[in-house]
C-alpha cells in the first residue's frame, strides 16, 4: 500500500468507499470538488449530502430494501450507522434528517487518520493508481469526457428530479391530517385530502403548467421510478390517484372515508419544521411550482423552503465496462461505484460504494477480489450492473425481480408472496453472515466488519 488510494466523489457512495479502504488499513484520498466547484444540485460543502428525498425507503422486514439494510449494517457501513442515528419519524421507512446525517459523516471521515480529504476536481482517470470513481450522477464535465473516452459512448446521463420542501407551520392542520397509510408507524405523515373537483381542478393545472426547458439538443431520459409529477400526470386523469396521490389506507378522521386523492407530506429534519411532498418530483418553473403547490388543500398558504427542480444524472454502461466485483476489466485499477454505474437509490449506491472501497484495497495488496454473495443485495446489484444487456441498460432499484429466484419447490410451497419474499431475505441474510465469517473474514476484508 505505498500509494493511497483514490476515492473521487465525497457522495454517499464516495463515503462509505473512503471508510471502508481506510478502516482495512488504506491509505486514503477523498476528491471532492464542492466547495471549489459546485454542482446544481448540492447546497453546501459536507460528504454525503442528500439532494433528493431524505428517505431510504422501507425498513420493513421481508422487503428487498430491509434486505439491503441489514446487509450493510452487518457489514460495518458508515453510512447506515449514521443514517440509523439520524432518523425521522416515517412510518414504516427510514428518513434522515439531511443536516445532521451529512454533518456527522463529515465529523467522522475528516477525524479519520487515515483519510486525506482533497478540495479539488478530479478530471484524469490514472491507469498507475487504484482510483474509485463514485462521482455520482453530477460527474463534472472534464471527468465525463474521460469516462466516455473510456466506454466509447458519446451520452451517459438520464434525468432525475428534486421535490419541494414546505414549512410545517404554513400548512393548515384544520384541512390536513396526520397518518401512516394503514396505519403503519401512527402518525408519521401529514395527508392533504382532496375532493374530486379538487383533484379535477389540481390535475388540469398541473398539465399546463409551464416548465423549465431542457439545454438544448439535450433529449429526456427519465427514470420510471422517480417520473417528474408533470409527467406522470401526462400519462392520464388517474395515474397519480395510483401513484404518489393513492388515497388508499388513509382515512379522514373528519369523514371516516378516504378522500378522492390524497398528498403526503414526510418530516425532513429532527425539528419536525421542514415537510416534502412525497412523489412531487417536477420541473416546473418556480412560479408554477407555487402556484400548483397552493391548489392542494391544506397548502394554500404553503411557505416553500425549496422548489422542486431538475438535473442531470451520469451513469455508464456498466455492463460493457465492469466485473462483479465493480472492477474494469480494461483498466485494472479503475473502480466504478454508486449512481454512476447504474445502480438507482441512496443504499444501492451506498452498498457498491462499500464493496469497491474494499476490493480497492484487495487489489492494492494483491490478493483476490471478492464478489458478493449471489443471493444477496449487494451481489444482485453487482451482477446487474456486470452482465445486463447492453443495449438497453438502464437504472435500477432493489427489488425482489433483480435477486436470485427461488427454487421452483420452494415458490411451490411459498404461494403467498409475503411469507415467500420474507423466506428470501432469510436465506439471504443466511448467506450474507456465512460469507461475512467466512470467505470476507479470511481475507481480511475489513477491519469495521470483523
Known sequence: MKKPINIVGGGLAGSEAAWQ???AGADVRLFEMRPVSQTPAHRTDKLAEIVCSNSFKTDEPGTAPFLLKEELR?????????????RVPAGAALAVDRLEFSEEITRLIESHPRIEIVREEFSELPEDE????????????????????????DQLYFYDAIAPIVSYESIDMSVAFKAARYGKGGDDYINCPFSKEQYETFYNELINAKSVPLKRFEETHWFEACLPLEETARRGVDTLRYACMKPRGLPDPKTGSEPYAAVQLRQENQMADAWSLVGFQNHLRYPEQKRIIRLIP?????????????????????PKLLNESLQVEKQPNLFFAGQITGVEGYLESVGTGWLAGINAVKLSMGKSLLVAPRRSAIGSLCRYVATAETKNFQPVNITFGLLEPLPTE????????RERHAFQVGLALDDWDKWMSGEFASAGASQTAA
Not at 391544506?298 to 444524472?313: C, F, M, S, V
Not at 420452494?410 to 408472496?417: A, C, I, N, S, V
Open 21 to 23: 479502504a481506510a478502516e
Open 74 to 86: 452487518r457489514g460495518g457501513s458508515l453510512i447506515m450507522k449514521a443514517a440509523d442515528a439520524n
Open 130 to 153: 487504484i482510483t474509485v470513481i463514485c462521482t455520482g450522477p453530477l460527474t463534472s464535465a472534464s471527468l465525463t469526457e474521460k469516462i466516455i473516452g473510456l466506454t466509447g459512448d
Open 298 to 318: 391544506g397548502l394554500e398558504h404553503a411557505d416553500i423552503l425549496q422548489y422542486g427542480q431538475i438535473h442531470r444524472n451520469t451513469f455508464i454502461n456498466s
Open 410 to 417: 420452494l415458490r411451490r410451497r411459498y404461494r403467498r408472496k
